[in-house]
């Protein structure tokens, strides 16, 4: 069972109590296993971004149970097992690009003589290699997007978090953004969770998509994607790639008109 | 980097000398309109009540007593001594607001409970609150302008307690949350995401505070009947003022400028900090070159 990253059984969320309560998810099973990439797809409220906090240990179950690498969530945290992506790149406006992706490393108590070695690495990595010194209002937000998960892959985490990682970012840097990262994917053998709510993107990066739904948020299919591993421009016109399109957006049709 | 902040602190210079020259044009039109028009209120243009700028700068330079030092020099020294009263207390009152700022943001509870006193204790005029202060202070055998430095620091760290606050409360919950993934201690999150996100915000406290604790020193100086500063010549002259106005009006003219000199100063730390962290990472470059 060790080749499962995560593995949820009848997994439940609901945010405060009493005639406050809101059921954020309800009854969620989930296996994700090493190496694969699974995005969560849903409408606003379905509860997408509070699954992949529950397994990043932002927040707590309610009900069931949860295990990141056959750990509990809070222990897979303190082994700084994931490494997280925000759709804000949060940076910190005070440190240069490089400074920002050693803070994960001045954390983990890595050497001083070590941390610039793999953030120039990691920067080199996200190409972003000349803009080691500058500091994060001179970038684009494509580039701080880069340099955002440039840090949280520089621990060399078995997971990595992305919660709508790209979505404020324009069409054009988005596709290439999404190059990048099932680049970066291949290179790394890192297993993915990636939250978004564009179905081509869903669809382009995944191993598999899961389609949740709102009211209470669980999961109402799940959708393997045959496509090639290897993923470019050519796959994007792919007929197999409309298809998967289609067959993600009509289960999410279903999935609201059941909600409903 | 030298050269940067000396062209500041010369450019504060000549704006701190702009705005007094701009101050004694209004000062002398008005009394030139008022005095053309015959016109008596708010202020009576007379000399006795509105003494000529001119004649303000000239008192400074003659002795304040019968063949003593010229006034201006007696004034600089008192200035001197108000300015280190205030210093430490500003330093005491900085230290002691940044401390409630970080416990606050550490512990709800120490908020909920501690933060009315000290919203209460700012509501309490300073004027009653000096002269406890300097008869315990005497109690206690406290040197007289420590137990001043007290009453400086009690206008300080208000400013500091709550823009600290404010500051360390400023990271956005990501950021917070992306600490948390990687398991930082409470003391990491403070130094290495608070505290650097809250220094703009300490600084502006900082500069409220160099002001208010000038202030706080003089009117600490006044029940303590401190000789030497600049609380009891400006209680002096203001006595004095049918006699001779313009000195009183020198006095506040020190005074304003003391306060701005501790202004200044601060503000020159705050671009020296920026300048600081920015030249480290220089040197990285240079290194890494």
Known sequence: MTDLVVEARGMGKTFGSGVEATEALRGIDLDIASGDFVSLIGPSGCGKSTLLRLIGDLVSPTVGSLTVNGKEPGRARLDRDYGIVFQSATLLDWRTVEKNVELPLEIMDFSPEERPARAREMLDLVQLGGFAEHYPWQLSGGMQQRVAIARALAFRPSLLLMDEPFGALDEMTRELMQQEVLRLWEETDTSVVFVTHSIPEAVFLSTRVVVMSPRPGRISREIAVDLPRRRDDDTRESARYFELITEVREALRKGEREGA | ?289
């Open chain 2, 1 to 289: 980097m030298g050269a940067a902040v000396n062209r500041r602190a010369a450019r504060t210079g000549v704006s701190i000398l702009g705005v007094i020259l701009a101050f004694a044009l209004l000062w002398e039109g008005y009394k030139f309109v008022w005095t053309a028009l015959g016109w008596e209120t708010p202020v009576s243009p007379e000399d006795r009540v509105m003494p000529h700028t001119w004649d303000i700068l000239l008192t400074l330079f003659q002795p304040a007593q019968r063949s003593g030092p010229p006034l201006i020099l007696v004034e600089a020294r008192a200035a001197l001594m108000t300015l280190r009263e205030a210093f430490v207390g500003f330093l005491v009152g900085g230290g002691i607001g940044f401390g409630l700022g970080v416990l606050f943001v550490r512990s709800r509870t120490s908020e909920r409970a501690f933060m009315p006193y000290v919203v209460a204790s700012q509501t309490i005029p300073i004027l009653a609150i000096a002269p406890m202060v300097v008869v315990w202070g005497g109690r206690l055998d406290i040197p007289q302008w420590l137990t001043i430095s007290i009453i400086a620091a009690y206008l300080t760290f208000f400013p500091v307690a709550i823009n600290t606050l404010r500051g360390l409360r400023s990271p956005p919950p990501t950021a917070l949350e992306l600490m948390r993934s990687y398991a930082s201690s409470p003391s990491e999150v403070l130094w290495k995401l608070q505290v650097p996100a809250a220094m703009p915000y300490i600084f502006t406290a900082l500069k409220v505070s160099a002001a208010a604790s000038v202030i706080g020193a003089i009117v600490g100086e006044l029940p303590a009947g401190f000789r030497g500063g600049l609380g009891r010549d400006l209680l002096q002259f203001s006595q004095q003022f049918t006699a001779a106005p313009e000195k009183l009006f020198a006095a506040v003219l020190i005074a304003g400028l003391a306060g701005m000199l501790f202004v200044g100063l601060v503000t020159l730390a705050e671009h020296r900090w920026v300048a600081a962290s920015m030249r480290q990472t220089g040197e990285i470059t240079r290194a890494g070159a």
